[in-house]
C-alpha cells in the first residue's frame, strides 16, 4: 500500500485530495496546525470525517514546529509528500504579511527538509496562479516569466517555487510545483467568494463586486482538482534528457522539476458566476459595485495543454454544476 503524507488536511484542498487517495486504497497521514484564519470547526469537522478511514491518522500542529513536523514524517516514512498548507488568501496578506512568511516560506523549508532526508518518490507542492502578478498574456503558461508578484502571499509562493527547485537539483528530489486556479466546490473556503456570496444571498445581504463586475477567473471544481493532482503524483519529472521532450514542458533545464497549472481553461466572467449562484441559490443577489481592491488582479486564466499532455487530464465540471453542488453542501451543513 502507498503512503502518502498530506499537509493541510483540515483545509479545504487537502481534505478532498485525503478523501480520493483514501478512496482508491492509499495510507494516508495528514498533518494541519489548525490555523483560526476562519472557522476552525469547519477543518476540525474535516478531519473527524477522514478519520472514519482506519488508513488516516492526522497530526495537528504546525509546520513551524520542525520537531513534531520531523517526528511525524520520521515515523510514517512516506513514499510521496503533497505539500497543500499555507497561510492562504490573497487579500490577507495586506494585512498580516508576517503569518505568510512563517507558513509558507519556514513551513515549506521544513517539508522540504523532511522530503530529502526521507529520501521520498515526489515532493508535490502548491503554488497558485497569483504568481502570474501582473502578467497580461492570457492564457498564462508555466513557461512564461512570473516575476512581478502583487502581494507577499504570491511573492512567498514564488519563492517556494525557487526553493523547490534548488532542493531538486541538489539532491535530485522529484519535484512538482502546482500553480492552482481559484478552486472553488463543497467543503469550500469561508474567505472566498462564492462562500461569501452564498453566505450573504441566503441572509439577504449585499455582495460586494470587486473592479465593478469586469473580474474573471478561471474557475477550478475542486473534484477535478484533486484527480489532477492524483494523475501528477505517478508523473514525477526526470532528470533533462531522460524522457521524450513535450511541448510547452516547463521541465528544469537543471533539476527534476517542474511546475504545472492546474486551471479549467476556461475565462469566466464575475456576473456570470454571480447568476449561477442566484439560479441555485433561487434568490436575487443585491449587487454592492465596487473598485478593484489592492493586489488583486482583474483577470486569471489558466493554459492548462501541459497537464493534459503530461496525465490525460480534462475538467468535468461545468461551473453551473460545481455551484450547485456547494450550494447543497452549504444548505445541508447550515441547515438553512
Ligand atoms: N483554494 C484556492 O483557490 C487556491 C488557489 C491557489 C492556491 N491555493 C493553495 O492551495 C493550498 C490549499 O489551499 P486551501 O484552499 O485548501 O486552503 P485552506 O486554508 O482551506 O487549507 C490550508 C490548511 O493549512 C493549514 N495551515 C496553515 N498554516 C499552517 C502552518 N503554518 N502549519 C500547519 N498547517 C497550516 C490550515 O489550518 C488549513 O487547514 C494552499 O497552499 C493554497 O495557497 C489554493
Do not use: C
Not at 522530503?115 to 497569483?130: D, N, P, Y
Not at 475542486?222 to 521541465?251: K, N, Q, Y
Not at 482583474?298 to 456547494?326: C, E, H, M, N
Request: no cysteine; charged share 20%; net charge neutral.
Amino acid at each position: 500500500m502507498r503512503k502518502v503524507l498530506i499537509t493541510g488536511t483540515a483545509g479545504f484542498i487537502g481534505f478532498h485530495l485525503a478523501r480520493l487517495l483514501l478512496a482508491e486504497g492509499f495510507r494516508v497521514q495528514g498533518y494541519d496546525g489548525m490555523s483560526d484564519y476562519y472557522d476552525i470547526r469547519l477543518k476540525q469537522r474535516r478531519h473527524q470525517i477522514l478519520l472514519q478511514n482506519p488508513n488516516f491518522a492526522a497530526t495537528e500542529a504546525l509546520l513551524e514546529n520542525r520537531d513534531t513536523f520531523d517526528a511525524t514524517a520520521d515515523a510514517f516514512a512516506p513514499d510521496v509528500i503533497v505539500h497543500l498548507a499555507a497561510q492562504a488568501g490573497v487579500r490577507y496578506s495586506i494585512e498580516n504579511p508576517r503569518a505568510y512568511l512563517d507558513s509558507n516560506v519556514i513551513g515549506t523549508f521544513n517539508v522540504m527538509e523532511a522530503a530529502r532526508r526521507l529520501k521520498v518518490q515526489h515532493l508535490l507542492m502548491a503554488s497558485t496562479s497569483s504568481v502570474y502578478g501582473a502578467n497580461e498574456k492570457m492564457p498564462f503558461a508555466e513557461t512564461d516569466k512570473a516575476d512581478t508578484q502583487l502581494t507577499i502571499y504570491a511573492a512567498t509562493k514564488k519563492a517556494t517555487e525557487s526553493m523547490g527547485h534548488a532542493y531538486a537539483h541538489l539532491w535530485s528530489l522529484p519535484t512538482t510545483m502546482f500553480r492552482f486556479f481559484t478552486v472553488y466546490g463543497p467543503w469550500g473556503r469561508p474567505d472566498m467568494a462564492l462562500y461569501k456570496f452564498v453566505e450573504a444571498i441566503l441572509q439577504d445581504r449585499p455582495i460586494d463586486i470587486y473592479n465593478h463586475g469586469e473580474m474573471y477567473r478561471d474557475f477550478t471544481y475542486v473534484g477535478d482538482l484533486v484527480r489532477a493532482i492524483r494523475l501528477l503524483i505517478d508523473t514525477p519529472p526526470t532528470l533533462p534528457g531522460m524522457a521524450e521532450p513535450i511541448p510547452g514542458d516547463s521541465l528544469s533545464p537543471a533539476a527534476p522539476w517542474r511546475v504545472v497549472n492546474i486551471g479549467n481553461s476556461d475565462k469566466v466572467k464575475l456576473l456570470v458566476f454571480v447568476d449561477a449562484i442566484e439560479q441555485a441559490t433561487g434568490r436575487k443577489a443585491r449587487r454592492n459595485y465596487m473598485d478593484m481592491q489592492p493586489g488583486d488582479v482583474p483577470a486569471t486564466w489558466a493554459d492548462a495543454s501541459l497537464l493534459r499532455s503530461l496525465t490525460g487530464y480534462a475538467p468535468q465540471t461545468d461551473v453551473k454544476d460545481g455551484i450547485a453542488a456547494f450550494v447543497s453542501w452549504y444548505r445541508e451543513y447550515y441547515g438553512v
